[in-house]
């Protein structure tokens, strides 16, 4: 992912809406849903940070490598043994350099004859060179990608624990997309192409969620989730639902009602289709996207229990409420 410029903010799904900033909207008061606290599944954050730790010993995911097709394998599984309905989606892409990225997107399904269907996603494929890296030395090498992907992944592998053993009665799909993070900064068009087929090519007849939720970069230190500008501008209300939910956990600071800024990511195909999707992405006032973004230091001593159960704990509340 990478954030956009000012610039392209008239794009057409955002066509009126206010300037790209700070904002002081505030979250509606939070609901009493009658769902007691035991009713809840438990989110396990060590379950979630050990999904991460799999991951990174498999090497950078990076596309047209063993490791990447190793961590497909096992995702796949991984779905299936906690009880999803696997679907796999294989596709040729053009890369920015013009060879051929033979991705992968890997959907879990619970409840599958249901109509109604919540996407939930992360992407799995780690960024093939560090550009952001301080050492100029070391910036053609590919990164350990703990946080940007396998954190996401860690989470809705625990998420998909947790729908397996409790069933929400709820059409709940779980993508792990391929071929997010292969873009280059000159061309927005390059980001996000596994996501992008996924949405011009069905995977099922027919599939298109009503809702989309996207977590990127969720298990950070220090991490900060402020509203993602696209998410807020176009799907305000679902916004609104997730940080409702994240406040009855107790993680107001975390989510703060601010806007964050506008990130080229796997949510925007979604938005373009006019389906309401939300990016829940680190992003730090002042500063832009954590500290180890696209560097080798995003690495698993890097990784924050605290920030993945945060997300995990707010992402069951949303789900099972």
């Known amino acids: 992912m990478r954030i956009i410029g000012i610039v392209i903010l008239v794009v057409s799904i955002l066509s009126g809406c206010g300037a790209h900033g700070s904002s002081q909207e505030k979250m509606p008061p939070a609901e009493d849903t009658g769902v007691s ?40 599984s991984e779905l299936s043994r906690h009880g999803a309905v696997v679907t796999l989606q294989r596709a040729d892409l053009q890369g920015p350099d013009g060879k051929v990225i033979h991705s992968t997107n ?53 998420m998909a624990r947790l729908l397996g053993a409790a069933d929400t009665g709820k059409g709940i799909d779980i993508l792990f997309v391929d071929a997010e993070d292969s873009g280059i900064e000159e061309d927005d068009a390059t980001w996000a192409l596994g996501a992008r087929y996924f949405t011009e090519n069905p995977i099922k007849p027919g599939y298109a969620p009503s809702q989309v939720i996207l977590l990127d970069m969720v298990g950070g230190k220090g991490a900060l989730f402020p509203a993602e500008y696209f998410s807020r501008r176009s799907a305000p209300a679902l916004d609104d639902s997730f940080r409702a939910a994240a406040a009855r956990e107790g993680y107001e600071q975390l989510f703060p009602n601010t806007l964050g800024g506008a990130v080229n990511d796997d949510h925007l195909p979604f938005l373009e289709q006019g389906i309401p999707a939300i990016d829940i992405i680190d992003y730090r006032p002042g500063r832009g996207f954590c500290p180890t973004w696209h560097t080798h230091e995003d690495n698993l001593s890097n990784i924050d229990k605290g920030s993945l159960e945060a997300v995990g704990k707010t992402l069951v509340r949303f789900i099972y409420e």
């Open 37 to 76: 606290e035991k009713s809840l599944p438990g989110f396990e954050a060590d379950s979630a940070y050990m999904y991460v730790k799999h991951q990174v010993e498999f090497g950078p995911r990076v596309p047209n490598t063993p490791a990447h097709e190793m961590t497909a394998e096992w995702l796949a």
């Open 106 to 158: 890997i959907m879990g399904s619970y409840n599958a004859d249901k109509e109604d269907r919540l996407l939930l996603m992360a992407h799995y494929d780690t960024r093939p060179i560090a550009d952001k890296d301080p050492n100029p030395a070391k910036r053609q090498l590919p990164i350990d990608g703990a946080n940007d992907g396998a954190s996401g992944v860690g989470v809705l592998l625990e």
